[in-house]
């Protein structure tokens, strides 16, 4: 299905070519039909003679429903702009004509109605709407003369349409889903139902879903789908749909919330802009409204200078770079200007003159996003972070380096980064010889500390590709040197000593007394166990590395299983020792507990 909305000034035949074209009367309250004026979105389709279904999404034309015109025309791909011929370009033509420029809609075509009622003005109204339409992308819009009353150049325009569906580009199914809601209801036995325009991402019954919306931010999930009104079990892009909900009542869902793949979008509520047409942003206006897809939210606006700003959203809505937005003055039904999103992330303005270097900044950056500005700002930022900013990421970036699973870092920053880890770890192991390197948590931060500094959730694989990229090695938790022994000082004596005695009898571990008075506490004993001199057990429990491998060889020539009183006999030792050993066996895998009082060998 492709879709496609109207556009127009009111009273131009818009839902009366739609009823032409597909048969069905788009006006869906009593009152649109008495009064013979479209006040919200309508909704039919029809099947083209290639085979392919074009769904319509009719919107007002009356200067009073702009806000519900732009929540129809805001996620469809396509546009068909309607002017009278016995009316000509009127005040509604320039404002939908300037909204469907500001969304960036580039697909569409331009349609001349009721020409069976003023003929001789057609070629006329052909001429200003070509000369209205110049410089947007419905400049070189194909234009059509039709009479839905009467059926003349009804046949051209369906091929018209035919072509403008064959030669618009496949839209993305494959990636992820954000669905703007323009209705939310409630149907007797299945819950609630949103519809929406399916404009890229696939929607399957049972997809875990949010919903980002004006009351309610919640998880829910599809319980069923139709398109057509026919049961669906995937729809896929372009689409119109219906989607038929858990977990939320409709009453939490409203026009302009949005349903999105979780976890794959930023939420956001301050954004940068670039004007691409309209009003100078700088005029003095600062409360506007914003419209995207289907929402409309309140903003205030922060001028850089004509062309660039910063917006800050009543509400959060799942944005991206690249995306269009339309600006409007609450009290005006004209469009003000429109903007595209430059950045979802902004950093903070402090000091005087912040405004006018982000201003230079943003003028510096293409539409499509500066990969390079946005890692250097951070100094590393995850590859995950920028794609759910809406960038495309090639993958080669000059002056950015990939490492540690997906981190892109500034080239210049990381060697700060690896300079300061050199420097901390050298200083740090100066201070204390005793230590058998520098915890990764205190090396991370020291580099928050430096500017830019190592971004908060950069944790141990970031850490550890810094110190590797600084020529030190990650042990057990701790960055040092390669090869580094701590320094054991006063405390080298009392360590041989143990190594001697357990050497001779491996499992003979000295007693409290006999550590005090070998001047071994807990921080020496650490420092040995680190440089791979001795093994504690806890409790106080004190044996040489080599000491469970000897403990097997002995353990392995018992009957098994064996009792805990059969292994203190064949290690020639007490319950204190091999009681935390036979523990130590057991949390290693090579030894098994059976029941309260035997194990036995792992073979």
Request: hydrophobic share 40%; charged share 25%; aromatic share 2%.
């Amino acid at each position: 299905m492709y879709v496609l909305a109207t556009a127009g000034h009111v009273d131009h035949g818009k839902s009366t070519l739609v009823n032409a074209l597909t048969g069905m009367e788009p006006d869906r309250w009593a009152e649109e039909r008495k009064r013979g004026l479209t006040i919200d979105l309508g909704f039919a389709w029809t099947t083209l003679p290639s085979g392919r279904e074009l769904a319509f999404v009719d919107v007002p034309g009356h200067e009073k429903f702009l806000a519900n015109m732009l929540a129809g025309v805001g996620p469809a791909p396509i546009v068909c702009l309607v002017v009278a011929a016995d009316k000509g370009w009127q005040a509604q033509s320039s404002d939908h004509r300037d909204a469907i420029t500001a969304l960036g809609i580039t697909r569409g075509l331009v349609v001349i109605t009721r020409t069976d009622i003023a003929p001789e003005s057609v070629a006329a109204t052909e001429s200003e709407a070509r000369v209205q339409l110049q410089g947007t992308p419905l400049a070189d819009a194909p234009v059509l003369t039709v009479s839905a009353t009467t059926g003349t150049g009804l046949d051209a325009l369906v091929e018209t349409l035919d072509a403008i569906t064959a030669e618009a580009p496949a839209p993305e199914s494959e990636t992820r889903l954000r669905l703007w809601v323009d209705r939310a209801f409630t149907i007797k036995g299945a819950g609630t139902v949103v519809t929406g325009t399916l404009t890229a991402g696939t929607l399957r019954i049972g997809d875990r879903l949010r919903l980002v919306g004006e009351t309610a931010s919640a998880s829910t999930s599809v319980r069923g789908l139709q398109s057509r009104n026919s049961s669906a079990e995937v729809v896929v892009p372009s689409s119109r749909v219906a989607v038929n909900l858990r977990d939320v009542p409709a009453d939490d869902i409203h026009r302009g919330d949005a349903l999105i793949t979780d976890d794959a979008w930023p939420i956001v509520e301050v954004i940068d802009v670039r004007r691409t047409m309209g009003q100078p942003l700088d005029e003095g206006v600062h409360g506007l409204m914003l419209h995207i897809g289907t929402a409309a939210v309140p903003v205030h606006m922060r001028p850089f200078d004509a062309d660039h700003a910063r917006l800050t959203l009543e509400r959060p809505l799942p944005l991206q770079v690249t995306d269009r937005i339309v600006l409007r003055s609450p009290g005006s039904r004209n469009v003000f200007a429109g903007v595209v999103i430059l950045d979802v992330d902004p950093p903070e303005l402090g000091r005087r003159g912040a405004g006018t270097r982000r201003a230079h900044e943003l003028a510096e950056r293409p539409e499509t996003g500066d990969i390079l500005a946005e890692v250097a700002r951070r100094g590393a930022v995850e590859r995950a972070r920028l794609v759910r900013f809406g960038l495309t990421l090639p993958n080669v970036v000059e002056g950015v380096e990939e490492i540690a699973g997906g981190w892109l870092v500034h080239r210049p920053t990381l060697e700060k980064w690896v300079e300061a880890a050199r420097s901390t770890v050298k200083t740090k192991l100066a201070a204390e010889p005793l230590a058998a390197g520098v915890p990764e948590k205190a090396l991370a931060e020291e580099l928050r500390r430096v500017h830019p500094p190592l971004p908060d959730g950069g944790g141990q694989e970031l850490v550890g590709a810094i110190a590797s990229r600084a020529g030190l090695e990650t042990v057990k938790g701790m960055v040092r040197p390669p090869g580094h022994i701590a320094d054991l000082g006063p405390a080298e004596a009392g360590v041989a000593e143990v190594e001697r005695r357990l050497a001779a009898n491996p499992f003979a571990a000295p007693e409290a007394d006999d550590l005090r008075e070998l001047r071994l506490g807990v921080r020496e004993l650490a420092v040995a166990e680190s440089a791979g001199r001795l093994l504690r057990l806890g409790d106080g429990v004190v044996v040489s590395p080599r000491t469970p491998a000897q403990a097997m060889r002995l353990l392995a020539g018992l009957d098994q299983p064996f009792t805990t009183s059969a292994a203190r006999k064949a290690l020639g030792t007490t319950r204190r020792v091999v009681i935390p050993l036979l523990e130590h066996l057991d949390g290693r895998g090579w030894t098994r507990r059976i029941d309260n009082t035997s194990r036995e060998v792992v073979r």
